[in-house]
């Protein structure tokens, strides 16, 4: 073994006491640098680790307490002010270039709310909701649990103070508490109609009532007299998962302008003069959006949207599919044919998704309302 002194190189015996002294210096040497790399190295770990786990959480805090007022702004939504006023577009070409009459879409709905004063109830306080829904022991838990819930818990207005609940859950938990029962009795009057179509489909010759019901809901779907294969597709639900999700989206939890000003859920547009400008639209946009005397008209107008409006037809054909394999409707295969309805296209489809999943939403899928006679438990 040679030792570098002064450029000189020196012999030193193996066996002798220096070069034993040598060896467990060098070997002490070796492990203390070989400690601190091993530390190093752990300690990087940690870290790298801790950033991968914390990341999504701090993603998601920023994006609830920091975004959730963004308003979106839809393409396909402002059809729904166009089937009202624009007589040029009441004729409307699918895909497969089958005409279909818009005129009588949203006839039925109470769509705008003229006079602010003029409203059907008052707005109750966010504490009086909850207080109200203990009183009436409505809990979403219990709902999930029973697959019921009470439709007498329908509340016409968002409070006021839904920014100012703080704790994020109790948030979205108070907002689909109030629009949990609005969208399931909407979906249970679709479901009864279209018991209802089916029942009328199978007998041979029909009542002047039962003619008189089919001519309405030609006209409310937007399709052609006898034209029962596009009314089937049509008249059907939109599961309570996606309505859920797109409302949240749409109004940040409840805390958006046009929730809380008009009660618009989903944000169809208008030009006419009743709705609410858009803060960051340009000067020469003239749409707003639309205003509601109730919520329960908004989630009308939105299902009514979606069942009848042509940039949604590979969505309906894709809840025909369903209802034909299984009947069950699955919201996170159908909303990938939602990416028509806000600007982001497919990142918006992604986002409801995310809503969808992270609140465990399709819990509220197979809700149906809670019967009070035997007829209407017989019914749905």
Do not use: C
Not at 53 to 69: A, Q, S
Not at 229 to 249: G, H, N
Not at 300 to 315: D, I, M, V, W
Not at 348 to 372: A, G, H
Request: charged content about 30%.
């Amino acid at each position: 073994m040679y030792k570098k002194i002064r450029n000189e190189s020196i012999f030193i015996k193996p066996n002798s006491i220096k070069f034993r002294k040598m060896r467990v210096k060098n070997k002490k040497i070796f492990f203390k640098n070989d400690y601190k790399s091993l530390s190093k190295f752990s300690l990087s770990s940690v870290i790298i680790i801790l950033i991968f786990f914390g990341l999504p959480v701090i993603t998601n805090f920023l994006d609830e307490n920091f975004k959730r007022n963004i308003e979106v702004s839809n393409i396909s939504k402002k059809n729904f002010e166009l089937t009202l006023n624009n007589k040029d577009i009441f004729q409307q070409k699918d895909k497969s270039g089958k005409v279909t009459n818009l005129e009588n879409v949203f006839d039925d709905i109470d769509v705008f709310n003229s006079d602010d004063n003029n409203l059907n109830t008052s707005r109750l306080s966010a504490s009086t909701i909850v207080q109200l829904f203990e009183d009436t022991k409505y809990d979403l838990k219990k709902v999930k649990e029973t697959k019921l819930v009470n439709i007498g818990n329908s509340i016409d207005h968002l409070p006021l103070e839904m920014k100012k609940i703080e704790n994020t859950n109790k948030r979205k938990n108070l907002f689909i508490q109030i629009v949990l029962p609005l969208i399931i009795e909407e979906n249970t009057k679709i479901r009864l109609d279209r018991k209802k179509l089916f029942t009328i489909l199978n007998k041979n010759n029909n009542s002047n009532t039962e003619k008189e019901w089919l001519s309405q809901k030609f006209k409310q779907y937007g399709v052609k007299s006898n034209d029962f294969s596009t009314l089937k597709i049509r008249m059907d639900e939109i599961p309570a998962s996606l309505a859920i999700a797109q409302a949240a989206k749409e109004t940040g939890w409840g805390t958006s302008r046009f929730a809380q000003e008009g009660n618009a859920l989903f944000g169809q547009w208008t030009w006419s003069g009743e709705g609410i400008k858009p803060a960051g639209a340009d000067v020469d946009s003239k749409h707003k959006i639309a205003k509601f005397k109730v919520l329960k008209a908004s989630v009308k107008a939105y299902q009514r949207n979606l069942n009848t409006h042509s940039g949604y037809k590979e969505f309906r054909n894709e809840r025909a599919i369903q209802r034909d394999n299984n009947g069950k409707l699955n919201s996170l295969k159908l909303v990938n044919h939602l990416d028509k309805y806000a600007e982001t296209g497919v990142e918006y489809t992604k986002i409801l998704k995310k809503i969808i999943e992270q609140n465990s939403l399709t819990d509220f899928d197979d809700v149906k309302i809670l019967p009070t006679t035997k007829k209407l438990k017989n019914l749905i």
